[in-house]
């Protein structure tokens, strides 16, 4: 059993930053693939950027475009999601996942085992 949960979201105006957390615990966290994904109100979840169990390789959703990064800390069990220029449409759930191995298949939410709870980002215009 994996349990993660996320933190740091909140009501942050355009352009503004924001470091969402997620804490894993009950699997050996530097051995899985994380992921973040978002769910807009009234929309699909999407992918937003993933992380290999190393941190060597990062992959990101089409729509980030050197806005936001992930990054981890194995030592914390804790794999971060800084994002930046925050838009209005960044509106979202955010939601944090594992994965048992790295591939293009990454970007589907059905490569995922594991679910947190989700942290709520509001990007107000």
């Known amino acids: 059993q994996v349990k993660l949960v996320e933190s740091g979201g909140r009501l942050v105006q355009a352009g503004g930053s924001l470091r969402l957390s997620c804490a894993a615990s009950g699997r050996t966290f530097s051995q899985v693939v994380m992921g973040w994904f978002r769910q807009p109100p009234g929309k699909e979840r999407e992918f937003v950027a993933a992380?290999?169990?190393?941190?060597?390789?990062?992959a990101y959703g089409d729509f980030v475009k050197g806005r936001f990064t992930i990054s981890r800390d194995n030592a914390k069990n804790t794999v971060y999601l800084q994002l930046n220029s925050l838009r209005a449409e960044d509106t979202a759930v955010y939601y944090c996942?594992?994965?048992?191995?790295?591939?293009?298949?990454?970007?589907?939410?059905?490569?995922?085992?594991?679910w947190g709870q989700g942290t709520q980002v509001t990007v107000s215009s």
């Open positions: 992380i290999s169990w190393s941190g060597g390789s990062t």
């Open positions: 996942g594992t994965a048992r191995n790295w591939g293009p298949s990454l970007e589907g939410a059905d490569e995922y085992d594991y």
